[in-house]
């Protein structure tokens, strides 16, 4: 009798400090299956050679082939001057001076223009600090947050971990959205991950826009918020919905001996010691 109480508490035990961490990733897979099951939420490239070749088309990703958009064209404008190559680009720029970039995306009938100003352009990984303009029909709603830019870059690393453009289409109607998302936080190890906050610029295939600002709490609510912000890496790392479980760096421990090993041991201790103390 002594034997199985032994067992059972043993079993108990490992089988209780593994419930949770297997409870909250399940909650992880099934909210994802949710936002996979009502929307595909696309990543925009904006691909550019660093040569005098012309700019490609806008791209996304599908089934491992970068693929042109439908709908969406853009334009690039260096001091005034629209470029149509990163040559062009860099001959337009004025080194220790005051320069202004807009990259105009046209969605359907709509343009989107996303501007900075910058300086330096001496070295390929200079990086200096900009305030970022969103303009849509003659409005800006970038939110007021500095962010970090790399002015030699005219591809996505140019706002790299600040600002992302997505494409977000509903299955069920099929309407597609352009996204934009904005960091409005600093650096990540200077702020408490509950103070996380980004900013959505929505606008739909008729020019229409909505913006909202959502946290780290609100990531689940809807949870394609924790989508878009992961798909637009406008963070240096990814988060879950709820809880950061399934986006932790895996090791011989996590989660493979705890918590699947624990579980596993702990739920064939509980049905040895039951049958231990019924054959008592």
């Given at each position: 009798?002594?034997?199985?109480?032994?067992?059972?508490?043993?079993?108990?035990?490992?089988?209780?400090?593994?419930?949770?961490p297997?409870?909250?990733?399940?909650?992880?897979?099934?909210?994802?299956?949710?936002?996979?099951?009502?929307?595909?939420?696309?990543?925009?490239?904006?691909?550019?050679?660093?040569?005098?070749?012309?700019?490609?088309?806008?791209?996304?990703?599908?089934?491992?082939?970068?693929?042109?958009?439908?709908?969406?064209?853009?334009?690039?404008?260096?001091?005034?001057?629209?470029?149509?190559?990163?040559?062009?680009?860099?001959?337009?720029?004025?080194?220790?001076?005051?320069?202004?970039?807009?990259?105009?995306?046209?969605f359907?009938?709509?343009?989107?223009?996303?501007?900075?100003?910058?300086?330096?352009?001496?070295?390929?990984?200079?990086?200096?600090?900009?305030?970022?303009?969103?303009?849509?029909?003659?409005?800006?709603?970038?939110?007021?947050?500095?962010?970090?830019?790399?002015?030699?870059?005219?591809?996505?690393?140019?706002?790299?971990?600040?600002?992302?453009?997505?494409?977000?289409?509903?299955?069920?109607?099929?309407?597609e959205?352009?996204?934009?998302?904005?960091?409005?936080?600093?650096?990540?190890r200077?702020?408490?991950?509950?103070?996380?906050?980004?900013?959505?610029?929505?606008?739909?295939?008729?020019g229409?826009?909505?913006?909202?600002?959502?946290?780290?709490?609100?990531?689940?609510?809807?949870?394609?918020?924790g989508?878009?912000?992961?798909?637009?890496?406008?963070?240096?790392?990814?988060?879950?919905?709820?809880?950061?479980?399934?986006?932790?760096?895996?090791t011989?421990?996590?989660?493979?001996?705890?918590?699947?090993?624990?579980?596993?041991?702990?739920?064939?201790?509980?049905?040895?010691?039951?049958?231990?103390?019924?054959?008592?």
């Open positions: 009798m002594k034997k199985a109480i032994i067992v059972l508490v043993i079993g108990a035990v490992l089988s209780a400090v593994s419930i949770q297997l409870y909250l990733m399940g909650q992880e897979v099934w909210l994802q299956q949710q936002v996979n099951a009502k929307y595909t939420i696309e990543t925009v490239y904006h691909p550019v050679d660093q040569t005098t070749d012309a700019f490609h088309d806008m791209l996304y990703l599908q089934d491992g082939q970068m693929t042109p958009f439908a709908n969406m064209s853009r334009a690039v404008v260096i001091n005034g001057e629209r470029v149509n190559s990163y040559d062009g680009f860099m001959n337009h720029v004025n080194d220790g001076e005051a320069n202004q970039l807009s990259r105009t995306v046209s359907y009938e709509t343009d989107v223009t996303i501007r900075d100003t910058f300086h330096d352009v001496s070295r390929a990984d200079v990086r200096e600090k900009a305030q970022v303009d969103v303009m849509i029909n003659g409005h800006n709603y970038a939110g007021s947050s500095e962010l970090e830019i790399r002015p030699t870059y005219l591809d996505n690393n140019r706002y790299h971990g600040y600002i992302g453009m997505l494409k977000m289409t509903e299955r069920a109607t099929d309407e959205s352009l996204v934009i998302i904005q960091r409005l936080f600093g650096h990540p200077t702020v408490a991950e509950e103070e996380y906050s980004w900013k959505a610029i929505t606008v739909n295939a008729n229409d826009v909505e913006t909202e600002i959502f946290t780290r709490d609100e990531l689940d609510n809807p949870a394609y918020h989508d878009m912000i992961n798909q637009a890496t406008v963070l240096p790392m990814s988060l879950g919905y709820r809880s950061n479980v399934l986006h932790m760096y895996p011989l421990f996590y989660p493979f001996l705890y918590p699947f090993g624990t579980m596993l041991v702990g739920s064939v201790m509980v049905v040895i010691g039951m049958r231990l103390w019924k054959t008592r």
